[in-house]
T-cell receptor, first 112, second 115 residues
Framework: DAGVTQSPTHLIKTRGQHVTLRCSPI?????VSWYQQVLGQGPQFIFQ???????GRGNFPDRFSARQFPNYSSELNVNALLLGDSALYLC???????????FGPGTRLTVL | GENVEQHPSTLSVQEGDSAVIKCTYS??????FPWYKQELGKRPQLIID?????GEKKDQRIAVTLNKTAKHFSLHITETQPEDSAVYFC??????????????FGTGTRLQVTL
């Protein structure tokens, strides 16, 4: 089985721009979570979606939004990019009945 | 909300020695505690996890212990090898509450295994 996949791998944007990151969960997993990992720190929870509904939101501004599609893939959108948004954005999926989350390779976002 | 503290931030051991990483958590309702290994430029990979109804779990050279009363848990790696060099993260979570899946991570421990 394929693991969690994310696209793109790397992205360079300038301040004020908008970005969309994509995630495909492991087949059969209906839950997708997004995390931001700033260099040298642990991942910070942004959002969780389960069965296309938002089930959790971390302490991030409204510039961050997400959605989940009928095939359980997900998008993370960030508007009005700031330099501080530069980070590795990780997606994780899990089955609804278990706790174990599996991470994708991440999207490295650089904001100039 | 949950807060997870992790120590030490860096750890250097000689090959063959043991390594111990410790974490404390604040939310007594947390009941699932995974450990992830992250190599440079790679995704976090689950190496072991423990639930609050268990005090210890072992998988070959890796073990995790949990003290619910003190709200701390530890990762033990025995007979360390150079390929164990990586950043290790602990995390805590209220497991499977309405299918919620928010993990709160520690700040990471950079383990270096020297020859």
């Amino acid at each position: 089985d394929a693991g969690v996949t994310q696209s793109p791998t790397h992205l360079i944007k300038t301040r004020g721009q908008h970005v969309t990151l994509r995630c495909s969960p492991i087949s059969g997993h209906k839950s997708v979570s997004w995390y931001q990992q700033v260099l040298g720190q642990g991942p910070q929870f942004i959002f969780q979606y389960y069965e296309k509904e938002e089930r959790g939101r971390g302490n991030f501004p409204d510039r961050f939004s997400a959605r989940q599609f009928p095939n359980y893939s997900s998008e993370l959108n960030v508007n009005a990019l700031l330099l501080g948004d530069s980070a590795l954005y990780l997606c994780a999926s899990k089955q609804g009945s278990t706790d174990t989350q599996y991470f994708g390779p991440g999207t490295r976002l650089t904001v100039l | 909300g949950e807060n997870v503290e992790q120590h030490p931030s860096t750890l250097s051991v000689q090959e063959g020695d043991s390594a111990v990483i410790k974490c404390t958590y604040s939310d007594s309702a947390s009941n699932y505690f995974p450990w992830y290994k992250q190599e440079l430029g790679k995704r976090p990979q689950l190496i072991i996890d423990i639930r609050s109804n268990v005090g210890e779990k072992k998988d070959q050279r890796i073990a995790v212990t949990l003290n619910k009363t003190a709200k701390h848990f530890s990762l033990h790696i025995t007979e360390t090898q150079p390929e164990d060099s990586a950043v290790y993260f602990c995390a805590a979570h209220r497991g499977n509450t309405g299918t919620a899946s928010k993990l709160t991570f520690g700040t990471g421990t950079r383990l270096q295994v020297t020859l």
